[in-house]
């Protein structure tokens, strides 16, 4: 039976945090095939804070090009409306065979605001969680019981040292011109100059 992760995300821009938390968790849950699902328009942000959806999803494909168990999907960015976690598991459920059992990976922060996200509860059923945390992250782990109830046991926290790298400081360092080599793939580096991404504060 077939293990897929869907690795949601911004992305805006990716990051080696990214990349490494998603071949980590290819390894650590047995993953055969990873897919990036960078978002269409966040419910929780507003669109002038994120980057074309179309320039983030190039982003992505760009850096994962390299490596032949990730994919991309352009559902979240192809679907009107906003962006639901549940919408694109049940389009992923529908695209694999029965059976195949599906990780959602993303930002610990993220996931820790869950309850809150549209059918929480069918969401729960859907699929497992993994959530990435950054070095000195402290999981408070009797509030996440007390949040989560028995869905506690779905979520699987795990640190990814990589992950001290950050979008938000990609683009700080981009807009007032330090450095941001070594931080993600030269060609997503080449890609934000070459289309004067985070340029000017938005
Ligand atoms: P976010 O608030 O921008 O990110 C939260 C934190 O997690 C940030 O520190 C971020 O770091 C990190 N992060 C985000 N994606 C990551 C990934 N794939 N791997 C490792 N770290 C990651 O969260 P977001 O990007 O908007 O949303 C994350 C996912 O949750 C998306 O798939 C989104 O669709 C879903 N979501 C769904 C709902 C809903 O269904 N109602 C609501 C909110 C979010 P960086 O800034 O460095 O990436």
Redesign the pocket.
Known sequence: MQRIG???????P??Y??LV??EQARFTFGLDRVV?????R????QEKD?SEAEHRLTMTRLATQSNVHFGVSSI?VDRPG???????VREFKQLYPPGTDLL????????L??T?????DV?MQLCEFVA?T?PGYVLEHERIAQMFGPNASKINFFE?PA?A??????RARVRSGRPVRYLLPDVVIDYIFASKLYTCSR
């Not at 869907?6 to 992305?11: D, H, L, R, S």
């Not at 906003?82 to 694109?88: E, Q």
């Not at 959602?104 to 996931?111: E, N, R």
């Open positions: 869907i690795m949601g995300g911004t992305f805006d990716i990051h945090g990214h938390t998603a990036f699902v960078p978002t269409g966040p419910p929780h942000k994120v979240e906003p962006t639901y976690a549940i919408d694109t959602f990976i993303t930002g610990a922060d993220a996931v605001q869950m809150g996200w549209k059918d929480y969401l990435a950054r990814v992950l790298i950050s979008s938000t400081d990609i």
